[in-house]
């Protein structure tokens, strides 16, 4: 299965941009690369995916590089609330069940 | 309001005493999981199911049965429970596909003594 590599902590401080990234370099051409994050008490939640291009939507942007390898979350501008441990997985068209989801990347943002 | 739902959501038992963590989603979708969370290691997969009667292993299957007899359930069977299985327990439901977006419960914390 293709695995993800993320930074174990970064921080922010609070309204500035925060970018996370994830190395996958392992990945096949149909996996969708996935992120969601976990507030502290609650179960993960989806934030994004992309398979190619890069995407935008409410809660953030996620930036694909063009050989694949690795992605970007990008917070345009973090708030407290945006604490919480992000998590980047890959989501195969062959193998949709196999969910891998490592370690994550736990954000502090600080005011 | 689209949902995955865990029961219990807390619960203490003692090791070999038979306990069923049940998963239930209103959204019809055909792929179910479930995860443990231990501090440290992240989220593992213990088994997911593609369909109705479809089941598979995932990342730390042992000691752990599902069934999926129902498209809306997907319960989480532990036949004889050990200390090593307290953890934080997610269920969480997608559409089939790599596209499909993962909706999780609001997690099962089980401490088994």
């Known amino acids: 299965d293709a695995k993800t590599t993320q930074p174990n902590s970064m921080e922010s401080n609070e309204e500035e941009p925060v970018h996370l990234p994830c190395n996958h370099s392992t990945i096949s051409g149909t996996d969708y690369i996935h992120w969601y994050r976990q507030l502290p008490s609650q179960g993960p939640e989806y934030v994004i995916h992309g398979l190619t291009s890069n995407v935008n939507n409410r809660m953030a942007s996620l930036a694909i590089a063009e050989d694949r390898k690795s992605s970007t979350l990008i917070l345009h501008r973090a708030t407290l609330r945006d604490a919480a441990v992000y998590y980047c997985i890959l989501r195969g068209y062959t193998n949709a069940g196999k969910s891998t989801f490592g370690d994550g990347t736990t954000l502090t943002v600080k005011p | 309001e689209a949902q995955v739902t865990q029961n219990p959501r807390y619960l203490i038992t003692v090791t070999g005493k038979k306990l069923t963590v049940t998963c239930s989603q209103n959204m019809n979708h055909e792929y179910m999981s479930w995860y443990r969370q231990d501090p440290g290691l992240g989220l593992r997969q213990i088994y997911y199911?593609?369909?109705?009667?479809?089941?598979d292993k995932g990342d730390v299957p042992e000691g752990y049965k599902v069934s999926r007899k129902e498209k809306r359930n997907f319960p989480l069977i532990l036949e004889s429970p050990s200390p090593n299985q307290t953890s934080l327990y997610f269920c969480a439901s997608s559409s089939p596909s790599n596209t499909g977006e993962l909706f999780f419960g609001e997690g099962s914390r089980l401490t088994v003594l």
């Open positions: 199911s593609m369909n109705v009667e479809v089941t």
